[in-house]
């Protein structure tokens, strides 16, 4: 028996299954809810619930970490939805990252049934969510941010209050401008290097070293050198978190012309087939001489 507060848990993709996984470790009671069949089998411990308002009724609190904001709408506000079956008193977060406005309109929701709600959305990728250091942007009410503390800090070791609810959301949106930009330099930089005759490890290991250096440089600039382009966050969702990025930027009255001509590129990039593939297939957006092709011998 324990008095941990039994956790609904909906999204078992590569970031949701190693978030979940400690929080089973800690302790907690889960539940989950998946609309793809065979998932739940990796937690068979858990309580399996048919819809999301079923899981809701059984936890005291629900996570979810879907895919779009029309996944988070639906699983939260539809018919069979989390606030058709959430306990008074109870809570929901919400790590998917989305629309500041969604995030707003479900806290609304929320307190008028007397549930506490917060956008929680993460930054780390699945090494972050498997050591759970992740960066964790919370929007919500102070009441709502202190009960969830106790959770998100089982995810992540940097996790910082932003504002009222949708606050968090636009936190992360923030921090997608910088990853998707930051490809875009990468990319270039890496495609003057090799046209330049240069080595490229020589070249990270300089780069790193120096103002330009990051944990995104460390990562990806390997990964595009040796041609890997399997993913740790994909194209697709890079694509619909620049597309949050530009709606939010059009509400502010404020013009990003550098966001937008990376998320064309990246429309390019899921055009030629690479939808599934890490965001470093931005260079298969770009004419390079056959032999220093991205999967070519050299």
Known sequence: MTDLPRIGWIGLGIMGERMLRHLAAAGHPIGVYARRPGVTDAFPEATVAATPAALAAWS?????????????????????????????????IDCTTSSPALAARIADAAAAIGVDAVDAPVSGGPAGAERASLSVMIGGTDTAVARAMPILSRLGTTIVHHGPPGAGQSAKIA????????????????????????????????????????????????????????????????????????????????TMPGTALTRELYHAVRAAGHAGRGTQALITAYDRPADRAVGTEP
Do not use: C, Y
Request: hydrophobic content about 50%; glycine content about 14%.
């Open 60 to 92: 005291d609190v629900v996570i979810t970490i879907v895919g779009e904001p029309a996944d988070v709408e639906q699983v939260m506000l539809g018919p069979d939805g989390v606030l058709a079956g959430a306990r008074p008193g109870s809570l929901v």
């Open 175 to 254: 921090n997608q401008i910088v990853v998707g930009l930051s490809m875009l330099g990468l990319t270039e930089a890496f495609l003057f290097a090799e046209a330049s005759g240069l080595d490229p490890e020589r070249v990270l290991e300089t780069l790193g070293a120096g103002i330009a250096g990051s944990d995104l440089l460390r990562v990806m600039w390997p990964k595009v050198a040796a041609g890997d382009l399997e993913p740790g966050f994909r194209v697709e969702h890079l694509i619909k978190d620049l597309g949050l990025a530009l709606d939010a930027g059009h509400a502010a009255t404020i």
